[in-house]
């Protein structure tokens, strides 16, 4: 082999592609890295939301050890343990109790160390692979596989290889630890008020795999399709349905999905239990409820001169959250915003006392669903727009 044979193969690798062609390249290959994450590590492996053929789940496996290194137990009981802990001072990497820079540029560094928490491994990370392939390569030789991930790359692209492989090592660190697990508990849009911060960053999951819908994630935690609302996209779902339309994987959860019984004149027992199980669509759908009464008070406001004083937006916003998360200085301005409007009053009541229906464990059935009856018929008889027909939406559930 001549001299220039050799410069050529170190400048353009065996595949002699150009830059743009390298750079779109490199996306496809970090994007199957975040399909392996979220379809393996996460839905498949942390939540059992979906089973996997061998075929697929041990390409993941092989395919994360090269560029990621990750050990899939770590993963595993590392992400258990956020959700069983989410945003107090045992979670894992939570932005709410270690700051938003924290988490977002040093994300992999908390990982890592919560990694060598021997305890977390024990405690959460049952039911990984523990076969012999996983003891004596994967877990035992985890950064070899990037390390082969790295000539690998410079094969093929020549020293633009380096480039192209240091892109793969800090995509997941980035992307993964430092958006979801930052980004995802600090901004965003809430389609549900989950007990934790989590946030979809935007409706289109595509980027990060369908990560990106993280409020419906820590809403339904278990379910393997993360997209909720109807203009929401969830690319990692597609991929799970087309492998078990072709029986290389088998859904086994998803969220529930409310039905109606719009003949239906007063609550019962189906009822009840259809509102407990479908508790976060009941309070999505009593959120807007007071969005349209809030909307329907400042309608009735004669001198608008006294808006911002007597309705501010922020006061609004508490509202529709969870009374129980309100601190001292919020509950005080309710109660202010009250002195101008019982109407909002009476919503913020009812919606205190909807949520006891499932806290209330030592209550009988039939105590219940008396319970449940004698809201809607004051919701109904309260005069209040938007609370009636809630009150008429919330009976028909079956």
């Given at each position: 082999m001549d001299l220039s044979a050799v410069l050529d193969f170190i400048s353009n690798g065996v595949t002699g592609?150009?830059?743009?062609?390298?750079v779109g390249i490199?996306?496809?290959l970090t994007h199957i890295t975040i399909a392996s994450v979220t379809i393996f590590l996460h839905r498949h492996q942390a939540h059992r939301?979906?089973?996997?053929?061998?075929?697929?789940?041990?390409?993941?496996?092989f395919w994360?050890?090269?560029?990621?290194?990750?050990?899939?137990?770590?993963?595993?009981?590392?992400?258990?343990?956020?959700?069983?802990?989410?945003?107090t001072e045992e979670d894992p990497h939570s932005p709410v109790t270690k700051g938003i820079k924290k988490v977002f540029w040093e994300g992999a560094e908390l990982y890592r160390a919560e990694s060598k928490n021997k305890e977390t491994l024990e405690k959460y990370g049952h039911g990984t692979p523990d076969d012999w392939i996983e003891k004596n390569l994967y877990s035992k030789f985890s950064w070899q596989g990037v390390a082969l991930m790295l000539i690998i790359d410079f094969i093929l692209f020549g020293a633009k290889g380096i480039t192209v492989w240091a892109v793969q090592m800090l995509w997941i660190p980035v992307t993964a630890a430092g958006?979801?697990?930052?980004?995802?508990?600090w901004w965003g849009y809430r389609n549900y008020d989950c007990s934790d911060a989590a946030t979809n960053i935007i409706p289109w999951g595509i980027i990060i795999g369908g990560e990106e819908l993280h409020n419906n994630h820590h809403t339904y935690a278990t379910s393997a399709k993360l997209s909720s609302k109807w203009y929401e996209f969830d690319i990692g779902w597609g991929y799970i349905r087309a492998m078990e339309m072709i029986g290389m994987a088998k859904v086994k959860k998803m969220p529930p999905k409310p039905k109606f019984d719009t003949a239906k004149v007063k609550a019962d027992f189906e009822t009840l239990q259809s509102v407990i199980a479908n508790r976060y669509d009941v309070m999505a759908k009593y959120a807007k409820s007071v969005k349209h009464a809030w909307k329907e008070e400042l309608a009735q406001l004669t001198d608008k001169s006294q808006l911002k004083a007597r309705f501010p937006k922020s006061s609004r916003k508490l509202l529709q959250r969870e009374p129980g998360k309100l601190e001292a200085?919020?509950?005080?301005?309710?109660?202010?915003?009250?002195?101008?409007?019982?109407?909002?009053?009476?919503?913020?009541?009812?919606?205190v006392e909807l949520g006891m229906l499932w806290e209330r464990?030592?209550?009988?059935?039939?105590?219940?669903v008396h319970k449940l009856q004698d809201w809607c018929e004051r919701a109904e008889a309260s005069g209040i727009?938007?609370?009636?027909?809630?009150?008429?939406?919330?009976?028909?559930y079956a």
């Open positions: 592609v150009g830059v743009w062609a390298t490199t996306l496809i939301a979906l089973e996997l053929h061998a075929i697929p789940s041990h390409f993941f496996r994360l050890w090269m560029t990621t290194g990750q050990v899939t137990k770590e993963w595993a009981a590392i992400h258990r343990k956020h959700h069983a802990k989410c945003d958006i979801i697990n930052g980004v995802g508990h200085p919020q509950k005080q301005q309710l109660v202010e915003l009250f002195q101008h409007s019982k109407a909002l009053e009476t919503m913020h009541n009812m919606r464990s030592h209550f009988s059935r039939d105590e219940l727009k938007s609370l009636q027909e809630f009150s008429m939406r919330l009976r028909s």
